[in-house]
């Protein structure tokens, strides 16, 4: 059977099993076979790739294989010059929305905290999650590597097991999207930003301990919600300061 060498770059090798990651290793395949599937059956979603290069020269994902072949594949992101290659995507994948899969729940909270654009429905199905990620051009965010590997699906980041400040660190590292941040400035429930609003103009919606001690308030364009600098607030500030702190050190 003819069979080809592989060898992955960086965090690709997190979707390998342990005895080929960071190495050179031989695999068998079948017949003609584009190198797209064959990198997916060596478990590595396509989303997560963007070069890959057979015997030293770029390619795109319907090269067909040959006996033979030295493969080497790298993420998105993955910083060596690339100037002379093919990019496999024609639109650069720095986008700057979100959507977030089903059971994403801490990840969505922290997320909108920091000010980021995330959509998230959890009664959404798989299919409806990617077309909205194609329709508003939204970079996907799921736990799921089945999902990744919809043929369809050009922009998805993997979510590995963590903490949600751990995890949410690795998607700001990975999309390179630390400058924008904007911390407290979109609704939690609604994702949509907040405004400033008058205290005289919501007394009635101020619970009377707080009228008390705050002045400022926010309220969600969409929802309606109103929040201000409660205990609530204080908690969330401290898990905002980890997500920073991890992000400077
Ligand atoms: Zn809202």
């Given at each position: ?30 017949g003609?076979?584009?190198?797209k ?22 390619v ?19 910083s ?80 590995r ?50 009228k ?36 400077e050190?």
């Open positions: 059977m003819p069979k080809g060498t592989f060898r992955f770059y960086e965090e690709l090798n997190d979707f390998l099993p342990k005895h080929r990651r960071k190495t050179a290793f031989e695999a068998e395949f079948k003609k076979r584009s190198i599937d064959m990198i997916e059956a060596l478990g590595v979603p396509h989303t997560e790739i963007d070069l890959i290069l057979v015997n030293g020269k770029s795109d994902f319907n090269y067909i294989l040959q006996n033979g072949d030295r493969v080497s594949v790298y993420p998105v992101f993955e060596l010059n690339i100037t002379d290659v093919t990019l496999l995507r024609k639109i650069p994948l720095r986008r700057h929305k979100y959507i977030a899969d089903i059971n994403l729940g801490d990840i969505v909270k922290y997320m909108r905290v920091l000010g980021f654009d995330l959509y998230y429905d959890s009664l959404l199905s798989t299919r409806e999650i990617i077309e909205i990620s194609k329709r508003e051009n939204r970079v996907i965010l799921t736990k799921s590597r089945k999902l990744l590997k919809f043929k369809d699906v050009t922009h998805g980041i993997f979510i097991p963590g903490t949600t400040t751990e995890q949410i660190r690795r998607i700001i590292d990975y999309l390179d999207i630390k400058d924008n941040i904007k911390p407290f400035s979109r609704c939690l429930r609604c994702n949509t930003l907040l405004k400033s609003v008058l205290k005289e103009k919501i007394l009635d919606r101020i619970p009377p301990k707080t008390e001690f705050c002045d400022e308030y926010v309220q969600c364009q969409s929802c309606d919600k109103i929040y201000w600098k409660g205990t609530h607030f204080i908690n969330m500030k401290k898990v905002v300061r980890q997500i920073l702190y991890q992000l050190s």
